[in-house]
């Protein structure tokens, strides 16, 4: 099914807060996300939630208070990212665990120390978790401008049979 809509996904609260001197606390997070749906944004990426108790505190305020956009909380294709993600996200009417895992080889070879074969079963493995606890599962190819476009393509329709409803190849 094709859409006409364009949907604003705003990740400020995630990757906006990794820029210098852009640091928020709970109640400021919160603040920035009931503004982000007064402005009618579509998906609220509430932050990172194993990275610290903060960030899991504010994406469990933001899901819990925030009605209307969908709620996403991103994690690492690691079983203890999906269920920090999932345990902040469980109280929003509209979860989303956003889930991420490079794909290029230099990222495979130099960051992960894994192959292909590894990272495609890896992250297939990890959508799979991720919709056995939330319905609306997203996946991000990491580093996906520099990997191999054939295998790109293997590792997303890997993930979206794993049960992955929206891909962002960014």
């Not at 210098?20 to 944004?41: F, I, Y």
Request: hydrophobic share 40%; aromatic share 4%; net charge negative.
């Amino acid at each position: 099914m094709v859409r006409d809509k364009l949907l604003i996904f705003d990740t400020s609260l995630r990757d906006g807060e990794q820029s210098p001197g852009c640091s928020m606390n709970v109640k400021e997070k919160l603040l920035l996300a009931r503004k982000l749906q007064l402005l009618g944004v579509d998906i609220i990426e509430a932050g990172f939630p194993v990275a610290s108790p903060g960030d899991a505190e504010a994406v469990r305020l933001i899901a819990s208070e925030i009605e209307g956009p969908i709620i996403a909380a991103f994690a690492r294709c690691t079983e203890k990212d999906i269920r920090a993600a999932w345990k902040a996200l469980s109280r929003s009417s509209r979860p989303r665990i956003h889930t991420c895992l490079s794909t290029s080889d230099i990222h495979l070879t130099f960051d992960l120390k894994i192959g292909r074969e590894e990272a495609l079963r890896k992250a297939a493995e990890m959508v799979a978790y991720a919709h056995s606890l939330c319905a609306d599962v997203e996946f991000s190819p990491q580093d996906a401008t520099r990997s191999d476009p054939s295998y790109l393509c293997d590792v997303l329709q890997a993930v979206v049979e794993a049960g992955a409803t929206t891909l962002n190849i960014c």
